[in-house]
């Protein structure tokens, strides 16, 4: 599986193009789609454009998750606007898979990603937003170290609605 790190829930590995049609039907799933301010449809060209301008110019750290118990890729995760002087980045994730929603992977992730992130890119701090709708993953992001930093009220979104957010930061 090449895993980068490995935990007792869940492995991460880097991402490849091998990896497209999951992150298309991962993004593209009701359940994940409406918990982004992104809310246009994935596809193939549009991924393949998202390597090639970030993951492969090292703008963005994307890593797959893979649910030890389930033996299969379930999601993704990464770190981008990686500020090299502030040593700061941006905090994404999505558990895709529906049958590895509720599991603790997402915790699990975060604390794996950290060390990642530590190591490879000198990071220190890395914050993220969230709708505050999103209480699951708010709960988890916690228990992984977040705090909330500051309320976002009505975030438009590339579908035209609008919702709350928080913006929330971990020290590394």
């Known amino acids: 599986m090449n895993s980068i790190i490995e935990g007792n829930l869940v492995s991460l590995r880097e991402m490849d193009e091998g990896d497209i049609d999951n992150i298309i039907r991962w993004r593209n799933n009701p359940r994940v789609r409406c918990n982004f301010i992104y809310r246009e449809d994935f596809t193939r060209e549009s991924q393949l ?22 033996n299969r890729p379930v999601g993704c995760v990464y770190f981008k606007d990686i500020d090299k002087d502030s040593l700061q980045a941006e905090y994404g994730i999505f558990i895709g898979d529906d049958a590895a929603v509720g599991k603790g992977y997402g915790t699990e992730t975060a604390k794996l990603a950290f060390a ?3 190591e490879r890119l000198g990071i220190k701090r890395v914050i993220l937003r969230v709708f505050m709708s999103n209480r699951y993953a708010i709960k988890s992001y916690m228990a992984a170290g977040f705090t909330v930093v500051k309320n976002m009220p009505g975030i438009v979104c590339s579908d035209g609605t609008a919702q709350d957010m928080v ?5 590394l």
């Open 49 to 70: 454009k998202w390597i090639e301008d970030y993951v492969r110019t090292g703008k963005v750290l994307q890593m797959i998750i893979c649910s030890n118990e389930l």
């Open 116 to 118: 990642i992130a530590k």
């Open 167 to 171: 913006l929330m930061k971990c020290i």
